[in-house]
């Protein structure tokens, strides 16, 4: 009967709306921390759909104390067990280094060694000269990518039993890969093939896989 349907879905959307006080967790109780950048399609990037994931964004997708506070929140009181982290490449926050964007906020008048760093909490405050750091530029993103594993992994706030992963968007292929290992890199050229069927390729190094 039509009420049979129309009840089974007032239940669903019951459900749905009231799922942190009936306890229940993202569909795949996972947290991800991720770039803000518009080229990095989080859920596509994953396969993941609505309602499977909590997602925290920022610059650079790293490990700030905001991206702590969630995480411990998460996982600690929100059924999360697994945590992916989503860095990529051609990352604005490799543009530059957090001296000279410090020295560019300076000039703008801007007093980085006393402006407010949460302004909801006056009490959280940087010590002086620690400005440059806490804007937490890089250089390498693979590097970068498996340092924010091994921060979430040691942070005392997160548990034991939470697993952790790392990997690197693509921006030029539009495709996730593991850190470090680049996969465009591991594509023979034709001149690899040749030396590996050719019988005096002794002087090119064997392919490893
Ligand atoms: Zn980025």
């Known amino acids: 009967m039509l009420h049979q349907q129309i009840d089974q879905k007032l239940t669903e959307k019951e459900a749905w709306a009231l799922r942190r006080q009936l306890g229940i967790p993202n569909n795949k109780r996972l ?3 991720a770039c803000m950048d518009e080229r990095l399609p989080v859920e596509k990037a994953l396969g993941i759909a609505e ?3 909590h997602i925290f964004r920022n610059a650079g997708g790293l490990v ?3 991206a702590i506070r969630s995480a411990m929140l998460t996982t600690q009181f929100f059924g999360t067990k697994e945590i992916i982290v989503i860095n990529h490449t051609e990352c604005g926050m490799m543009t530059a280094s957090g001296d000279l964007l410090s020295e560019i906020l300076l000039k703008r008048g801007i007093n ?3 402006v407010s760093i949460d302004p909801a909490l006056p009490q959280l405050k940087l010590p002086k000269g620690v400005f440059s750091k806490w804007i937490k530029t890089f250089t390498d993103v693979d590097e970068v990518c498996l340092k924010q594993v091994e921060l979430l992994q040691s942070s005392p706030l997160i548990p034991q039993d939470v697993v952790v992963t790392g990997y690197i ?4 292929t539009g495709s996730l890969r593991r850190p470090y290992q680049r996969l465009s890199q591991k594509v023979n050229t034709a001149e690899d ?5 050719s019988s005096n390729s002794h ?3 064997p392919q490893t896989v």
């Open 64 to 66: 700030t104390d905001d």
């Open 112 to 114: 980085i060694d006393e």
């Open 193 to 197: 093939m040749a030396a590996k069927t």
């Open 51 to 53: 309602g499977d994931a």
């Open 203 to 205: 002087h090119h190094a």
């Open 31 to 33: 947290w991800v921390l």
């Open 169 to 172: 968007w693509e921006v030029e």
